[in-house]
C-alpha cells in the first residue's frame, strides 16, 4: 500500500481490521491532570493514554497545556482560554479525521484550513441568567480543502463523513456524562 496525506494507508487498513476483530481495542482513555495557579490560570499535562484496559506505555512524551482568560474575563491572558481550547481540539480531530478518511479514498490532499469560531453568553456563568447555558452555543466551522483531483461533491461528501466521524464534534452535539467527584 502506500502513503496518502502522510498517512500510511496499510497501517490505517490493519488498525480498522484489528478493531473489527476485537472491539474492545476501539476503547481508548485520554487523560489529563490540571493544577491551579492562581486567578484564572491551570496548567495541565496529558497522562497515561488507555487502550483496550491497557496503558500504552509507548507514549512517554507529557505535553504541557496552560490556559487563562484575556484581562477582559478576569485573567492575565498569559494563556490560551478554555473556550479556544475547545474549537482547537475540534479542529485538531477534523484534520485527523479529514486526512485518514481522504487517505482510505484515495483523495490526496494538497492542503486544508479551518477557521472555527464559538459563541458564549457570559450571563449563564455569571449567573445573570440562570436559565440561560454558560456553555458554547454555536461553534461554526469553515472548511478549506485543497485536493485538485478531486470533484466538489467528493469533497462535500467527504466532509459530511468527517462530520459523523469526528470523535469531538459528536462529543460536542451528543449529550456526554460528565461526573465530578470531590477527592
Same mark, same amino acid.
Given at each position: 500500500?502506500s502513503?496518502?496525506?502522510?498517512i500510511?494507508? &496499510?497501517a490505517?487498513?490493519?488498525?480498522?481490521?484489528?478493531?473489527?476483530?476485537?472491539?474492545?481495542?476501539g &476503547?481508548?482513555?485520554?487523560?489529563?491532570?490540571?493544577?491551579?495557579?492562581?486567578?484564572?490560570r491551570?496548567?495541565?499535562?496529558t497522562?497515561?493514554?488507555?487502550?483496550?484496559?491497557?496503558?500504552?506505555?509507548?507514549?512517554i512524551?507529557?505535553y504541557?497545556?496552560?490556559?487563562?482568560e484575556?484581562?477582559?474575563?478576569l485573567?492575565?491572558?498569559s494563556a490560551v482560554?478554555?473556550?479556544?481550547?475547545?474549537?482547537?481540539?475540534?479542529?485538531?480531530?477534523?484534520?485527523?479525521?479529514?486526512?485518514a478518511?481522504?487517505?482510505?479514498q484515495g483523495?490526496?490532499?494538497?492542503?486544508?484550513?479551518l477557521?472555527l469560531?464559538?459563541d458564549?453568553?457570559?450571563?449563564?456563568?455569571?449567573?445573570?441568567?440562570?436559565?440561560?447555558r454558560?456553555?458554547? &452555543? &454555536?461553534?461554526?466551522?469553515?472548511l478549506?480543502?485543497?485536493?485538485?483531483?478531486?470533484?466538489?461533491e467528493?469533497?462535500?461528501?467527504?466532509?459530511?463523513?468527517?462530520?459523523?466521524?469526528?470523535?469531538?464534534?459528536?462529543?460536542?452535539?451528543?449529550?456526554?456524562?460528565?461526573?465530578?467527584?470531590?477527592?
Amino acid at each position: 500500500m502506500s502513503v496518502i496525506n502522510d498517512i500510511d494507508v &496499510q497501517a490505517l487498513q490493519t488498525n480498522t481490521a484489528a478493531v473489527r476483530a476485537n472491539p474492545q481495542l476501539g &476503547q481508548a482513555t485520554f487523560s489529563v491532570n490540571g493544577s491551579w495557579r492562581g486567578g484564572c490560570r491551570l496548567t495541565a499535562q496529558t497522562g497515561a493514554l488507555t487502550q483496550g484496559r491497557e496503558q500504552d506505555d509507548t507514549r512517554i512524551a507529557r505535553y504541557v497545556m496552560s490556559g487563562d482568560e484575556p484581562t477582559t474575563l478576569l485573567g492575565t491572558d498569559s494563556a490560551v482560554s478554555p473556550a479556544e481550547y475547545l474549537p482547537q481540539a475540534l479542529a485538531g480531530c477534523y484534520t485527523v479525521t479529514l486526512a485518514a478518511q481522504a487517505a482510505a479514498q484515495g483523495i490526496e490532499l494538497k492542503d486544508s484550513r479551518l477557521e472555527l469560531e464559538g459563541d458564549v453568553d457570559l450571563r449563564g456563568f455569571l449567573g445573570i441568567d440562570p436559565s440561560g447555558r454558560p456553555g458554547l &452555543q &454555536q461553534v461554526r466551522v469553515r472548511l478549506h480543502v485543497d485536493a485538485p483531483d478531486t470533484f466538489r461533491e467528493q469533497l462535500e461528501a467527504l466532509i459530511s463523513l468527517v462530520e459523523s466521524r469526528s470523535p469531538i464534534r459528536d462529543t460536542l452535539v451528543s449529550p456526554v456524562d460528565v461526573v465530578t467527584t470531590l477527592a
